[in-house]
């Protein structure tokens, strides 16, 4: 899951412990998020960041239901699980054994909200320490 850290970060996450994620607009990343099921563990990913990357790892604690001003779009919420002890940057993932067909270091992967495979996370969460 991608948001950026002016906005949301895994700093805040950690604060706050738990929140819940709305706002997405694009019907492919909702209709990913919709499959979440609680207990799935998530990639937080900084965009438009200095480096942008992964920051940590969050788990999903309430499955996905209508966002209550709009049920056309669906939210979760999640909970902080760990923060890296250095982001994981996107450049590091591009050229990481294992990782060339996840959907984040594609060329124009735009959405916040992407598929990773069990593989893919496991790569991630041990290169973030």
């Not at 937080?44 to 969050?58: E, K, M, Q």
């Not at 604690?61 to 966002?67: F, K, L, Y």
Request: a positive charge; charged letters at 30%; hydrophobic letters at 35%.
């Amino acid at each position: 899951m991608k948001s950026e850290p002016s906005a949301y970060s895994i700093d805040h996450l950690q604060r706050d412990g738990t929140t819940s994620w709305n706002g997405v607009r694009n019907y492919q990343a909702r209709n990913f998020m919709r499959d979440m099921k609680v207990g799935d563990k998530v990639l937080f990913y900084a965009s438009n960041a200095d480096p942008s990357g992964v920051t940590g790892i969050a788990e999903v604690s309430a499955e996905a239901r209508p966002e209550p001003e709009d049920p056309t779009w669906s939210m979760v919420d999640l909970r902080f699980v760990k923060k890296f002890r250095a982001i994981v940057p996107l450049d590091t993932l591009k050229v990481t054994k294992g990782l060339e067909e996840m959907v984040v270091t594609r060329k124009g992967s735009r959405l916040s909200v992407q598929p990773v495979t069990k593989a893919e996370f496991d790569i991630v969460r041990k290169m973030g320490g």
